[in-house]
């Protein structure tokens, strides 16, 4: 398995930007589709952007499109996802998540994750 550390969380007030990283470690980075989920109190686990082990094709939820863009850096082994137009909605903890082969939307088919970062949207 590959080892996932977030960063950039924080609080921010509505219509702010965070630019959430994910350093990996332990295996070869570009073997792995990337993916980021997040949880708020009380709900599910959900997808929210993901990414291939190239970078040429990603994958948003509908409700941060236009609005959030997952890149990633296979020579710094990083993950990135920039949120722009923050909305309290979009309040929770950010994992990152790593899967051999194509990247998906079900949390329970990502092999690595991260401990998560909080964010934290104001209005």
């Known amino acids: 398995q590959v080892q996932l550390v977030e960063s950039g969380g924080g609080l921010v007030q509505a219509g702010g930007s965070l630019r959430l990283s994910c350093a990996a470690s332990g295996r070869t980075f570009s073997n792995y589709g990337m993916g980021w989920f997040r949880q708020a109190p009380g709900k599910e686990r959900e997808f929210v952007a993901g990414i291939t082990r190239s970078g040429a094709f990603t994958d948003y939820v509908d409700s941060v499109k236009g609005r959030f863009t997952i890149s990633r850096d296979n020579a710094k082994n990083t993950v990135y996802l920039q949120m722009n137009s923050l909305t309290p909605a979009d309040t929770a903890v950010y994992y990152c998540?790593?899967?051999?082969?194509?990247?998906?939307?079900?949390?329970?088919?990502?092999?690595?994750w991260g401990q998560g970062t909080q964010v934290t949207v104001s209005s």
């Open positions: 998540a790593a899967k051999i082969g194509i990247i998906a939307t079900i949390a329970t088919t990502y092999d690595s």
